[in-house]
Antibody, heavy 122, light 107 residues
Framework: QVQLVESGGGLVKPGGSLRLSCAAS????????MTWIRQAPGMGLEWVSY????????FFADSMKDRFTISRDNAKNSLFLQMKSLRAEDTATYYC???????????????WGPGALVTVSS | DTQMTQSPLSLSASVGDRVTITCRAS??????LNWYQQKPGEAPKLLMY???RLQIGVPSRFSGSGYGTDFTLTISSLQPEDFATYFC?????????FGQGTKLELK
């Protein structure tokens, strides 16, 4: 079954750290770029970061690039998001998604996980 | 950054209606525009990509058009399962920004 499943969410105090994982199955994980997208409660979608298929190319949204790190382990079909110095405004559901690049290097998010809720509160 | 502006932000309609949602980019993005549908408590789902290409499995009552800065998503005849929130997303440049979302509600 083709799917993504996030884990590692939870309650963390402001200034704390958390590591999210995303387990991929049913497709060749190492063939795909991957991305993280977040959604604050009741709000819209915010793109966080992407990582290339081999892990060598990474981009981050400016507001998160100094505090978050993206990585992957192709041998374990896993994607990670390390978050530090967390703030209340980082409270959101974090989705991992597969990137379909098409024939022109596009960034189309064609498969999403159910999401992991991160709550930053004292 | 490229800002994506959707309109309307909310829309009330009835089963069988034809509805159109608009997405405008703050700069030209050619056809690098994708649409997603999100139902309450669920992850978003890809509906359409490259402006007008239907994702596999998506009903043909959904269609998309546009190029450059102005895009539309049209549902030709609303079905009960179509009441959801719709987001556009540009994939022309990083950050890959989303529109605010359009909530489609049953009248």
């Amino acid at each position: 079954q083709v799917q993504l499943v996030e884990s590692g969410g939870g309650l963390v105090k402001p200034g704390g750290s958390l590591r999210l994982s995303c387990a991929a199955s049913g497709f060749t994980f190492s063939d795909f770029y991957m991305t993280w997208i977040r959604q604050a409660p009741g709000m819209g979608l915010e793109w966080v970061s992407y990582i290339s298929d081999n892990g060598y190319t990474i981009f981050f949204a400016d507001s998160m690039k100094d505090r978050f790190t993206i990585s992957r382990d192709n041998a374990k079909n896993s994607l990670f998001l390390q978050m530090k110095s967390l703030r209340a405004e980082d409270t959101a559901t974090y989705y991992c998604a597969r990137v379909f690049r098409g024939g022109r290097g596009d960034f189309i998010f064609d498969l999403w996980g159910p999401g992991a809720l991160v709550t930053v509160s004292s | 950054d490229t800002q994506m502006t959707q309109s309307p932000l909310s829309l009330s309609a009835s089963v069988g209606d034809r509805v159109t949602i608009t997405c405008r980019a703050s700069q030209r993005i050619n056809s690098y525009l994708n649409w997603y549908q999100q139902k309450p408590g669920e992850a978003p789902k890809l509906l359409m990509y490259a402006g007008s290409r239907l994702q596999i499995g998506v009903p043909s009552r959904f269609s998309g058009s546009g190029y450059g800065t102005d895009f539309t998503l049209t549902i030709s005849s609303l079905q009960p399962e179509d009441f959801a929130t719709y987001f556009c997303q540009q994939s022309y440049s990083t950050p890959h920004t989303f529109g605010q979302g359009t909530k489609l509600e049953l009248k």
